[in-house]
């Protein structure tokens, strides 16, 4: 198993515009999870999703969006980017969210600039 | 809310040089605690969590309620212990769909 992939491994895009990026999950795993990490941050929690339905979302705005698809991957939206929004984008992915503390697992990221 | 403090944003010390992490949080209920590090261009990995009480590759860390506290600590340091630390919270409750809460993490450096 490669692990957790994530797409593109980097982009760039101009402010005003809209991006989407993608995630598989570990072969198994059902929930993904998003994080956000600007340069000099620990990551910080947008999304959790687990069958196909939202489970927590973090302090982020509306222009921020996501959804899980049968085969459990992920897509996360940006909508109207902001100069703010340059970070390094983390999907990790767990058996299932659980108060039992399941590892996540954590892809490469996918690095934005917003220009 | 919720908040990981990692006060060292860097830590330098010799090989052989016992290792102490610092990380404290604030949460009101009962949290699950956990250290996340990150070798040079590798992936986020979990190097070990509080519930499990282990040793991971030296490592130990132990959950102190009182002070609020989940140092990472090791008695002696080796070269490849050089990455980037995080210390990271989970509130445990409503099936962790919070996520997880991270700290801003410690550059450890060991130095030959």
Known sequence: ??????????????????????????????????????????????????E?????????????????????????????LLLGDSALYLCASTPRPSGLSYEQYFGPGTRLTVT | AQRVTQPEKLLSVFKGAPVELKCNYSYSGSPEL???????????QLLLRHISRESIKGFTADLNKGETSFHLKKPFAQEEDSAMYYCAL???????ADGLTFGKGTHLIIQP
Do not use: M
């Open chain 1, 52 to 80: 196909k339905e939202e489970r927590g979302r973090g302090n982020f705005p509306d222009r921020f969006s996501a959804r899980q698809f049968p085969n459990y991957s992920s897509e996360l939206n940006v909508n109207a």
């Open chain 1, 1 to 50: 198993d490669a692990g957790v992939t994530q797409s593109p491994t980097h982009l760039i895009k101009t402010r005003g515009q809209h991006v989407t990026l993608r995630c598989s999950p570990i072969s198994g795993h059902k929930s993904v999870s998003w994080y956000q990490q600007v340069l000099g941050q620990g990551p910080q929690f947008i999304f959790q999703y687990y």
């Open chain 2, 90 to 96: 989970s509130s445990g409750s409503g099936g962790g």
């Open chain 2, 34 to 44: 956990f250290w996340y590090v990150q070798y040079s261009r590798q992936r986020l």
